[in-house]
């Protein structure tokens, strides 16, 4: 039982990225990457760091696979995948939450 339950664990992944932007050609793919992160269902939670909801460790292995579908030719990149409950301790020292981020949880969604 134990299993079945972590296997349904809801998550969070954050991603970090830290692209160049000296060129053109640096700027359209970070852009690129950007616009693919949104479709993929990511949102930006500060420049550069984005946000996306899963619900299960298979989701966020096809997420992953993705990503890497995606990625840039330069620059860092970095996953950070956290259950909902780690995500909810998280400090804002300044600033608020983005409308955003309370879209992106685990309840149902009801429309009448």
Known sequence: MDKLKTQFRQMKILLFYDLPTTSKKNQSDMNKFRN????????MIQESVYLKHCYNHDWVKRTKEKINNILPPEGDIRLLVITNKQYEEIEIIRGNKKNKEYYQTDEPLIII
């Open 36 to 43: 693919e992160l949104i479709k993929l269902g990511f949102i």
